[in-house]
Every structure is written in C-alpha cells, then in structure tokens.
C-alpha cells in the first residue's frame, strides 16, 4: 500500500464554527490585523501552532483520569521521571508548566549581561528569555537555511565553522552554553543531523563549553534523521533519539509539541550544582519538583505522549501530511520553504508579494490575506516577530546579524485535523497566490517593548 | 451545643484507590524522605493532609468542562469564560491567568516592587515573601499581636493592626511602599479570617496615601463565610455579595486557583488599573504563556471558571468549614493543643505546647509531622522555624512565635470516617508525645528549604520512639 493513513481513529471531536467573508473581515479590523487578538471561536482553520494544540489519545485521556494530585511525592510524577528517564537517558529530569518556563529557569541561571549563546537559530521565547537576563543571542545557521529554494536535507544543522569563530572572537569564558534547536522552528522546521550534532558535541568538548537541546520537536527530527541521513535508516527511532540525547548535557523541551500533551514542559541537566540551583528556582516560580506548576494528570498525559511520539507509524504519517501540503503549494506555484520541514509549512512571502517592502511586513499581510480568505489563522515568522525598534540598536539585518527571511508559517497541529482540512487550506493559500497584488501592507501602530508579535497591532497602509 | 450537620452537598461519583501501609513500611518511608514529609512518595501516604492545594475533587460538571477545553494559543473560549466568572464574581476589571498563584506572585512582585520598597501585609506567606525579597522589597508584619497568640479566640485574628501600618507609613514614608499585601483568610495564622470592617479600614487608610491594597485571594471564599457567620451585618448577605464587596476595598488580587476555585492548577492575576495590566501582560508571555493561557492548558481555565461558581454557594463553603471545625473539635476535646479558634482550611497543631520538652533548634514541629505519619501514614506539613527560613543579614535561624503542624483538609476529597482515624492518630500521639524526638538538618537548601530539606532526629534512629524514654 502506498497511502500513508492515520495510525488511530477519530474518538471524540470538537465542532467548528463557519463564519463569512463579511464576518472576518469585521473581526480582522477588531484584532487590529494581529491573529494573536482573533478569538479562537472566529477560526475556521488554527494552523496558528502546533505547539499545545495536538489531540490527546484516548490512552493519555485514561492518564488525565488518573491524575494523582498530591503536592508532593505523586505516582504520576514517578511513572512520568521513568518514562522520561528511558526516552532520554537522563537522570535528572524536572516538570516545568511549558517550554519557556525551563528556558526561564535555565538563562537566569546562566544568562546574565555579558553573556553570548549561540544557537543554530533562537526561537521567539528563547531569544526574549536569553535578552531578558542581559545576555545576547546570536543565530548560527548554514548559509544554506537562508535560501528557501535550496533542498538540503538538513537545513537545520549549526555552522561549525561559524561557532568556532565566534568562541575566538568572544572567549570561551562568555558562552555559558551552546544551543542547538531540535527541528529549527524559526528556520523553517529544519532537521538538524546527528553528524552535525556530533561535530558540535565536539567543539563543546575542545572548548569545554555544555552543549544544550532545545528538543521541543525531537522526535520529528529523530525520524527525518532516520530517513535522510546516510546510515541511519536500519535504525529506530528511539535509538537515534536516546543518541541526540546522549550528546547533550542539559535539554530544555516544551512537551506540547512533540510530547502530544496541551500543556507542560521539561528541563533536563546532567550537572548536579546547577541541578540544585534549577530546583530551587522551579519550586520559587513553578511548583514543587515533584510536579513543576502541572496537574498530576498533566505529567501523566506526558508520560503516555513522549512514548506515542516516537511510534515510527505515527512519525511517518506526521512527516508525510506536512509534505503533503507542500507539493500541493509547491505545484500551485506557492512559494514555499523547502523542503518542508517537520511540523509546519512555510510559506515565502517576500517571494510571494514582491511589492510588498518588507518594512510593511509582508509575512502579516498573507497572514491577514489567509485569514480574510478561508477563516485560517497562520502566523508570521519575520519582521514582525524577530524584528526590533529602530531605537534598540538591534534592528536585523543590521551588522553582525544575518537578515531574516519572511515567511508566513502554516503550523500543522498534532492528529487535529484530516485530509480534507487540507486540502480546504490548500485552496485558501491558492486563492490568495491568485490575488496576491490585491494583498497590502501594514504599519504597525501599537508596539509593545517585549515579544511584541504577541499583543501588537496593525493599521492596512 | 448540638450544631446542625455539615453534611456534604454532594454524592461521591469517582473514587481513588488508597494503599495502605504498615508501620514498618513508614518508618522505612520517612527516614527515605529526610523526615522531611513533603519528600515522601504519594502512594506511601494513606490520609493525605499536606496541603489543600491542587488536591480538591473536581466536580462532574468541572470534568465536563475538561472535555470543552479549547486548546487554541491564542483567543481560547475558555479564556473569555474565566474572565467574566472573574468579573462576575471577584469583581476586577482586567483577568491574566498564570499556571498557578505563584506565577502571579511573581508577575505582581516584578511589575510594582523597587529595590528599597516595603511591602506590608497581615503575615508573611513563604512563596510570597520570596517574591518581594528578589524584587528588592522587605516584607513588614502588620497583622495584629493576637495573630501571633495560638490560645487567643478573637473572631477575625486574621486582621491588619492599622496601628502598626500608619507607624510603617510614618516611618519609610508612602512612596515606598507601593501595595500592602492582605492575606483572606491568613494561611500562616491557623487559616484565620479578616472583617469586612477592617478591609474596609485598611482600603481608607491606603488609599489617603495612595498605597494599593492586592488581595491575596486564595481563601478569599472561606473568609467571607467567616464573615458571614461572625460579623452580623452579613448574615443576611449571600456569599457572592460578600466577596463582591471584599474585592472592592482592594485595587487587585492573586489567586491561586487550587484552594477555594476547586482545581487542580491555576491561577491568575487580577487588577483594576489598566497600566498594571499592560505590563503584567507584558510580562506573562515571558513567564507564562501568551495572557489569553497564561501556561494553562484551555481545559483547566475552563475548570477554574466552573470551580468559581461552585466556590460561593454557601452549602459547599458550609460544608467545606464545617468538616474542617469537626476535627478540630474532636481534637481539642482531648486536651490537644491547637490554634484556636478553629480556622478555614486546617486544623494547626501547637507544636511548642505539644512538644515542650525538644527545643526550638530541634524543630518540634518538623518533628511532629514525621511521628504522626509513622504513626498511622497521615501526612500533615510542617509550618514554623523551618518554613521561616534564616534572617538573609544575619544568617540564623528565624523562630517565629508560631510553631505549627498543619493538617490541612482537601475540598470534597475526604469522609468523616478519614477524620476521625486523623484524629484518633493526633490524639494517640499527644498520648505518647515522650516518645517523639527532635531533628537536625542534613542538608539545608537555601530557598524555601522547607520544600527539600533533610533530616535525621538528634539521637538514635527513629522519630517516633515505640516506648518513651524513662
């Protein structure tokens, strides 16, 4: 059989509510032309995130059921530090209520003014969480992620070269840790292959620097590692996934990507002074170490949600739905980022919309074209939310910064929605490439100081 | 007096199994936790009365409402429900959930406190205290004397000593003191309610100086039954209306969700001024998630919102105090010392009177929390010295006039026959106090160490001696 299908069967659903053209178009003026503002009731189609929106199984629901909700010491906790220890080969393993939150934990840790950490690409919170402890985050991608048409399998690998030259540049001392993320969110959803995490295990060894996972969306890398990388693919998925852990000396990890739960989050570290302090810091701001700011019932949806992740059956119907998208944009004509990476879709506006300058944000104007069109909510990933005030200094694309490029990001949700969504989408996305000099640009007329994509709003020029 | 019965408002639809334990399996449990109960693992625990946070049962319609949870980032309808339950009920303008009450803590810490700044409040709380430490404040004790006075029966021990708050204001002035912090009802003094009349007074009084009053509400429900059954102009009024009009003496709150909204996580931060919450907003999706979530999954806004409405029907909140006065009359009965008058959400044991003989070095609270689970596996929290914590100048140990073990009670999780086997093991113990034996630290961490510390008892191996010394 050729057809990939579904590895599981629909067990409860929720309605959707259709709205009109006219509708939209009163509730995108609302919104001041920010998705962020639209209520989730005015969407048709939420390809806003995958990140929380993933559907449950109905073995992770038994899990909710079964929630132990003491404070401290609760079953669920153990049954989920076991699972996790398995997965991951780590030991310490602590609860955190989502990803940023063990981002949190960890740069006011090692943050701090002075500091510099590289990552292949910094996602949105973890670049606001590092700028927020007075440290600077600095992107080293290959030059090869900055071309959307180029094919390389992964994309999401780290410059080697470039993380060399700029521990000679700024001195060991000053880079409290190298990041790598897990696929490349901000750069496409890129894999990253296991060579080049063990190239950079290996400059973090000569240079005795820890070397950090972002690992939010591990087990879609694990898998394209699996079938993209010379000699991976008599492997499984979770032996590849216990190696790119076990090149690691600390992880942070939203589990409401690939670990198919709405809420919660990990942190992972081998070193046990920063262990300590990390506790201490968890039970300040989150809860207790035995439960992280989470519902006991929540640690169990993780447990049984990082063990469905990496079921290569679920993994191959995951991949392939995203491709799926991407060959019919591609053969529409869209233009998109390729190849498509593992969890999302993302479309080049600046290609798509060459009138638009990019200092009327072309990515939010598609976002607003997309939503007018078919009631699908997607998100910009460009000026908008990378970008700074002129008056920081940190505007990009300045020196010393690569320029970004502006893309409009289709998020598939985890198991959410079928086929026919898709290709509902599809015909969204073309209609709108059918009109596209119709698409105009925004200005941006309220600007909150920090992660402002998230509460900004905008005016059609 | 034969009072009438508290029975529970409601029939039992989902159970929990329960493990029990032998008293070899305990002793073996509690030296594993560092005589530390809450490093102990759930499942040796058979009455579990650490906290009446998070540990509510949820009700059949709060479970239905898990099933509506409307997982969007952004715009979830959950998110708008909670917010008008917070309006309608609470009575704040602006609504910004956080996963529980300590993110909004310290969201509230962050956005008002400088470095210098005192903040005021009727009794510190540990979380709390932590949170205006690191923004630079100093928290300043301005509940009244009796508060400190385990024997005292006033009705409302909960109170502000405004006495105590005008000397505060006269002597670092008003600009440094950008909110006063009250507590409804005050965890750390027995779960001791306020009146109406002196949140009212307190509200005059800050509000002539342009100081913000933020309500910590997490038992803000339970002490306005207090109200309304001690304070005789309320006696009349719904519980609704009660705690519209505590809400309006103050410029905000944080909530913890877990206590008196019946969930298992949340919270949020509510206030009135619409700066405060631009910035609050602005700081949550750092630290918690985009402000329609707030780290919450949408099923759990939607539980809180339910909980609130559940919370303020005087039958639950009836029931709810009155098995909490049940065992606390069983216990007082037989001559154990405890926190009089019986408050909202615990039964706190005096550990100074019941222990006499370890010295406070020798932590006799902390001591007695050990005994009574290896007496019979009922956890309880301890809640004196080492909560307190040291002084950060001078570094020693901070005794504060309370020494207290908690036994705090779940909303709607246990029966009347749990009560009375805690209370026939309290009592039991109180008979065979001789036989209990002080603890040391064995290791000591510096935040909030009461949550990780480890413990061995002074001498010999065991907390709860089978036999008392000669």
Redesign the interface.
């Known amino acids: 059989m050729k057809t990939i299908i579904e590895p599981f069967r629909i067990k409860s659903i929720e309605p959707i509510r259709m709205t009109t053209r006219e509708q939209r178009e009163i509730v995108l003026r609302e919104a001041g032309f920010n998705l962020f503002l639209v209520r989730a009731t005015d969407v048709i189609i939420d390809l806003l995130t995958d990140s929380g929106t993933g559907a449950m199984s109905s073995e992770q629901w038994a899990g909710i059921m079964r929630g132990d909700e003491s404070y401290a010491g609760a079953v669920s906790f153990y049954r989920f530090q076991e699972r996790m220890r398995k997965l991951t080969g780590f030991e310490h393993i602590l609860p955190t209520h989502q990803g940023r939150a063990s981002e949190r934990i960890l740069f006011e840790l090692v943050g701090g003014a002075g500091k510099v950490v590289p990552n292949n690409t910094h996602f949105d919170t973890t670049r606001a969480n590092i700028e927020h402890s007075g440290a600077v985050a600095v992107d080293l991608p290959i030059a090869e992620a900055a071309d959307p048409t180029c094919l390389h399998p992964f994309k999401g690998n780290m410059d080697v070269a470039a993380l060399e030259r700029l521990i000679d540049d700024v001195g060991r001392e000053r880079i409290p840790l190298v990041m790598v993320t897990v696929t490349n969110n901000s750069g496409g959803g890129q894999p990253v292959s296991l060579e080049n995490l063990r190239a950079v295990r290996a400059v973090c060894d000569r240079h005795g620097l820890p070397f950090f996972l972002d690992a939010c969306r591990f087990a879609e890398n694990a898998y394209l590692i699996k079938r993209r990388e010379p000699g991976q693919a008599g492997r499984s998925v979770r032996e590849i996934v216990l190696e790119m852990f076990g090149l690691a000396d600390g992880a942070t990890i939203s589990a409401k990507k690939d670990g198919l739960a709405n809420i919660g989050g990990l942190l992972l570290l081998r070193d046990e002074a920063l262990l300590h302090r990390a506790s201490n810091l968890l039970i300040l701001t989150e809860g207790f170490i035995t439960y992280g700011g989470l519902a006991g019932r929540d640690l169990e949806a993780m447990a049984q949600g990082f063990e469905e992740v990496i079921h290569e059956d679920y993994l191959a119907y995951r991949i392939r739905s995203v491709d799926y998208v991407g060959e019919r944009l591609a053969a529409a004509g869209i233009p998109i980022m390729q190849p498509p990476g593992g969890h999302a879709i993302y479309i080049d506006a600046a290609a798509l919309c060459p009138g638009i300058p990019r200092d009327q944000f072309p990515g939010q104007a598609v976002v607003c074209g997309l939503y007018r069109v078919g009631g699908v909510r997607s998100v910009e990933i460009g000026s908008v939310m990378f970008g700074k005030p002129a008056a920081s200094g940190l505007v990009h694309g300045a020196k010393g910064l690569p320029p970004r490029l502006e893309l409009v990001r289709l998020a598939m949700p985890r198991r959410v929605y079928t086929q026919s969504h898709m290709d509902y989408v599809v015909e969204a996305c073309c209609e709108l490439g059918a009109s596209r000099e119709k698409l105009r640009g925004l200005r941006m007329v309220h600007e909150p100081p920090v992660l402002r994509h998230f509460t900004a709003r905008f005016e059609e020029v | 007096m034969l009072r009438r019965s508290w029975a529970e408002p409601f029939k039992i639809k989902?159970v929990?199994q329960l493990r029990m334990t032998t008293r070899a399996e305990r002793e073996r449990a509690i030296v594993e936790?560092g005589h530390n109960?809450?490093?102990?693992?759930?499942?040796?625990?058979y009455i579990?009365l650490?906290?009446d946070?998070?540990?509510?049962a949820m009700s059949d319609r709060q479970w239905a409402g898990?099933?509506l949870?409307?997982?969007?980032?952004?715009?979830?309808?959950n998110f708008?429900h909670l917010e008008s339950a917070v309006r309608e009920f609470y009575g704040y303008k602006h609504v910004i959930p956080t996963?529980?009450g300590?993110?909004a803590e310290?969201i509230l810490s962050r956005s008002c406190i400088k470095p210098g700044d005192f903040v005021p409040g009727n009794m510190y709380f540990t979380?709390t205290r932590?949170?205006q430490e690191?923004a630079g404040g100093q928290f300043v004790d301005v509940i009244i004397d009796q508060a400190h006075d385990p024997g005292s029966d006033l009705a409302f021990k909960g109170n502000v000593d405004l006495d105590k708050l005008s000397r505060l204001i006269d002597r670092v002035g008003a600009a440094r003191i950008p909110y006063l912090a009250l507590h409804a009802t005050v965890n750390m003094a027995g779960g001791q309610p306020i009146s109406m009349a002196n949140a009212r007074e307190v509200s005059v009084l800050c509000r002539r100086h342009g100081i913000k009053v933020f309500l910590d509400a997490t038992r803000a429900v339970e002490n306005c039954y207090f109200i309304k059954t001690r304070e005789p102009a309320y006696a009349d009024k719904s519980l609704a209306e009660i705690l519209r009009e505590l809400c309006s003496y103050t410029d905000g709150c944080t909530m913890s969700g877990k206590k008196d909204c019946l969930v298992?996580?949340g919270g949020f931060l509510a206030v009135n001024d619409d700066d405060l919450a631009d910035a609050a907003?602005?700081m949550v999706?750092?630290?918690?998630?985009?402000?329609t979530?707030g780290?919450?999954?949408?099923?759990?806004m939607e539980a809180m919102a339910i909980g609130i409405h559940e919370s303020v029907k005087y039958e639950h909140m009836h029931a709810r105090i009155g098995q909490v006065q049940y065992l606390g009359e069983i216990i007082e009965r037989e001559g154990v010392p405890i926190v009089r008058p019986i408050g909202g959400h615990g039964i706190f044991l005096n550990a100074l009177e019941f222990l006499p003989n370890i010295p406070r070095d020798q932590f006799p609270a902390q001591a007695l929390a050990a005994a009574l689970y290896v007496d019979s596996g009922v956890r309880a929290m301890e809640r004196g010295a080492v909560s307190a914590g040291r002084d950060p100048e001078t570094g020693k140990n901070k005794f504060p006039p309370l020494e207290l073990v908690r036994l705090t009670i779940p909303r709607r999780v246990y029966t009347q026959a749990h009560m009375d086997v805690t209370a026939e093991s309290v009592v039991a113990l109180y008979q065979q106090r001789a036989g209990i034996v002080g603890l040391k630290f064995t290791y000591e961490?510096?935040?909030?160490r009461f949550?990780?510390a480890r413990f061995a008892p002074v001498e010999g191996d065991k907390v709860l001696r089978s036999q008392a010394l000669p």
């Open positions: 989902v929990e936790a109960t809450f490093l102990l693992r759930s499942e040796d625990v579990d650490l906290t946070s998070g540990t509510s898990m099933m949870g409307d997982e969007a980032y952004a715009g979830s309808a708008y996963h529980q300590r993110g310290h979380t932590v949170h690191l298992n996580i907003r602005n999706v750092i630290y918690e998630g985009l402000h979530y780290g919450l999954a949408g099923r759990d961490p510096r935040h909030l949550f990780q």
